[in-house]
């Protein structure tokens, strides 16, 4: 059976000339860094100032035996040296804040928000806004994920006091790779110059009912 690639040639030069950041390297954001990875994407920056320990064996792609006590930043370059030596990633091994976020997001095409709070994201966003680029955003809960694609305009963090967050070792663990999948769809488009339903929306999932709601921000 035939399969046509969905994405052309220009489409797959302009992922490999595409600058990404992926703030948050633990449970959504290592399952990101490895689709993105595999997708070609040419430069990623991952910015996270923890490491892994044994509690993270549970949700975390990246996190394994022999990866508890390293960097999850520094284990987002190892993964790409081992898939795709061609692309470019730098560890950013320290946590954005409103000090260095700026700096470190500057020459990014496109923000992807791995975090697990509000106010993180708020300080991200803020960051997004001064410099003009877009995020996909993206939280989880239990059997819940929330994503979307924020534009520097947007006023979502400013509005909203909680979303869905971590619950560490009770997570289950494809309900990050579930969100990170949708994250990515919606990087894929915003890279490639093709059009997203969610310009400027959250679409909130319950995954035990199967219940959709997408409301604009």
Known sequence: MNYKNSLDEKERLMLKSSRVCIVGCG?????????????????????????FDESNLNRQLLCTHDTVGKSKAVAVAERAALINPELEVAAVTEFLDADNAVEILKDCDLVLDALDSIEARRTLHEACKTLGISMVFGAIGPWHIQYGVVLPESKLFSNIVSSPEYHGETMLSFVPASCASLQVSEAVKLLTGNKSELMGKVCDIDLMTNEQIIFEI
């Open 27 to 51: 449970g959504l954001g290592g399952y990101i860094a490895e689709l993105l990875i595999r997708l070609g994407v040419g430069k990623i920056i991952a910015v996270d100032g923890d490491r």
